[in-house]
């Protein structure tokens, strides 16, 4: 997928009112700092289209991002940040819930994972979670910025172990470094297929609908 254009569009805090379903969704969540604002710039090569920030619970709203004019990328809120009230955590994780649940235009949720640490039981329930509500999804590892490194590795090993003690079969995984630049390749490829098949399907439905 090659990247023409991209462009921030909007923020929200209600789902209900996010764009009109005209074209497919593919949204990036996962624990706070993981990663997200850093892989959406380098796969969207804009240095500064989401905004990075070292402080945690930055991303307080449902940001979206037009690609191409064809598909929307969306940047979800963490979902680990503590170091807030009980009442905006909860406010935060059933607008999150809200939006993956309802967006009938939501093609993935991309889980970031950070590839430097052992398995979080917090990564953990929130992808069971996904998966008890059958949302399409596909894991992420970031910041492998040291290529082959043993921690990394035995890290997303690990992690897929884990998976597995309730998964009969993983999901797509990918291995990314927004420092190094690399692992964006795979993902973009996969984003355009699955966009490809949204329109495929939409131009169907229509037909069908005219005979």
């Known amino acids: 997928m090659k990247i023409k254009s991209a462009e ?21 969540i996962g624990r706070s700092n993981v990663g997200k604002s850093s892989l959406i710039n380098y796969l969207t090569n ?24 064809n598909v929307n990328f969306v940047d979800l809120p963490g979902y680990s940040f503590a170091k807030v009230s009980i009442e905006m955590r909860n406010k935060w994780n059933n607008m999150i819930r809200n939006y993956i649940l309802k967006r009938e235009q939501l093609m993935y949720v991309c889980q970031l994972i950070d590839s430097r640490v052992p398995p ?13 509500n059958h949302v399409p999804l596909v894991v992420i590892f970031t910041k492998a910025d040291k290529p082959g490194s043993k921690e990394a590795t035995s890290n997303i090993q690990a992690f897929k172990n884990a998976l597995l003690q309730e998964w009969e079969e993983l999901p797509i995984m990918f291995v990314s470094s927004s420092e190094k630049r690399v692992g964006g390749e ?26």
């Open 8 to 28: 921030y569009t909007a923020s929200y805090v209600d789902v209900e009112k996010c764009p009109k379903p005209e074209v497919p969704e593919f949204a990036f």
């Open 46 to 69: 804009r240095k500064k289209l989401s905004k990075v920030s070292n402080t945690p619970g930055k991303t307080q709203t449902i940001n979206y991002f037009d690609i191409n004019g």
């Open 120 to 132: 979080q039981k917090i990564d953990l329930d929130f992808i069971g979670w996904m998966g008890k």
């Open 186 to 211: 795979g993902v973009l490829e996969f984003i355009e297929k699955a966009a490809k098949s949204y329109y495929t399907t939409k131009q169907r439905d229509l037909a069908q609908e005219k005979q």
